[in-house]
């Protein structure tokens, strides 16, 4: 059984930098493609970005593209999600979520999640 656990969350202003974390345990984390969604107030849950299994694959939503890099180191279980130049819209919960082997953008193509860290953005 897969435990998705995130951190570094907060509130931040316009334009700061934020990284938030996922540490998995509980499995082969190397058989894993790992993903970030969020989920604003009144809105459904969306993708934000992913990397396969072997590290070497990424895919990004579009408004995050160039902003946002996600990465996984092997070693600690970790997956992290760096947020630059963040912006209002961006507040939102953030969730980790883990599949197998291949990257994906759709919820429910991912049968494993955090329980979400809160990104708050001030104007």
């Known amino acids: 059984q897969l435990a998705l656990v995130e951190s570094g969350g907060g509130l931040v202003q316009a334009g700061d930098s934020l990284r938030v974390s996922c540490v998995i345990s509980?499995?082969?984390?190397?058989?894993?493609?790992l993903a970030w969604f969020r989920q604003a107030p009144g809105k459904e849950r969306e993708f934000v970005a992913a990397?396969?299994?072997?590290?070497?694959?990424?895919e990004y939503q579009e408004s995050v593209k160039g902003r946002f890099s996600i990465s996984r180191d092997n070693p600690k279980k970790t997956s992290n999600l760096q947020m630059n130049s963040l912006r209002p819209e961006d507040t939102a919960v953030y969730y980790c979520?883990?599949?197998?082997?291949?990257?994906?953008?759709?919820?429910?193509?991912?049968?494993?999640w955090g329980q979400g860290t809160q990104v708050t953005v001030s104007s």
């Open positions: 979520a883990a599949r197998l082997l291949s990257v994906a953008r759709d919820v429910k193509d991912f049968g494993a």
């Open positions: 990397i396969d299994y072997t590290g070497r694959k990424t």
């Open positions: 509980g499995g082969s984390f190397t058989s894993y493609a």
